[in-house]
């Protein structure tokens, strides 16, 4: 069974601060992605990752940078956080072709 | 600019009968089709899919509907549940596009016991 796995829950973080979310995946799986969902717009995604080293932006990149120094690993960064990041990130996973896998989420407060 | 549109916000039905979830797209080069189900507190899992050049997949108690000419797909859930209560996402790919998957916004289905 696939496992992705994001390593907070929940995050409370300040404005300004520089945010790291980590996610794992333990299927060897080639891609990796970040979402954010807020309520009424659904999951949005941030940024891909197609294999090691590889990024590539999604719809709302912006504020947002990523890392894939690992194939198992993905972390989304916040740069300097604002209230407007404030939203439950979903991290997934997946092979070159086939569903999306995903972790449970992290909920992330900026104040 | 939606290109997934679910236009129901919520939807509920009684244990025993037909749910069905509604999801429209704009995007004529979508090629690919899922449902994700998602609980409070968990990650959406995935349900079911169909390719275009399918009009319908079954599995099980869950049966997806394409028609390509209207951009419409439709989940039916028969008979529904009360483990079914939850909220389901409508989402698309263009295959040559990688595995980029676009949602709707969500529809929130309550089974009345």
């Known amino acids: 069974d696939v496992k992705v796995t994001q390593s907070s829950r929940y995050l409370v973080k300040r404005t300004g601060e520089k945010v790291f979310l980590e996610c794992v995946q333990d299927m060897d799986h080639e891609n990796m992605f970040w979402y954010r969902q807020d309520p009424g717009l659904g999951l949005r995604l941030i940024y891909f990752?197609?294999?090691?080293?590889?990024?590539e932006k999604g719809d709302i990149p912006e504020g947002y940078s990523v890392s894939r120094e690992k194939k198992e690993r993905f972390s989304l960064i916040l740069e300097s956080a604002s209230t407007n990041q404030t939203s439950m990130y979903l991290c997934?996973?997946?092979?070159?072709?086939?569903?999306?896998?995903f972790g449970d989420g992290t909920r992330l407060s900026i104040l | 600019d939606q290109q997934v549109k679910q236009n129901s916000p919520s939807l509920s039905v009684q244990e025993g009968r037909i749910s069905i979830l509604n999801c429209d797209y704009t995007?004529?080069?979508?090629?690919?089709f899922l449902w994700y189900k998602k609980y409070p507190a968990e990650g959406p899992t995935f349900l079911i899919s169909?390719?275009?050049?399918?009009d319908k997949n079954e599995d099980g108690r869950f049966t997806v509907f394409l028609n390509k000419s209207a951009k419409h797909l439709s989940l039916h859930i028969v008979p529904s549940q009360p483990g079914d209560s939850a909220v389901y996402f409508c989402a698309a790919l263009h295959m040559e596009y990688g595995n980029k998957l676009v949602f709707g916004a969500g529809t929130i289905l309550r089974v009345k016991s």
């Open positions: 995007n004529s080069m979508f090629d690919y």
């Open positions: 997934a996973s997946s092979l070159r072709q086939g569903p999306q896998h």
């Open positions: 169909i390719s275009s050049i399918k």
């Open positions: 990752s197609y294999d090691v080293k590889m990024k």
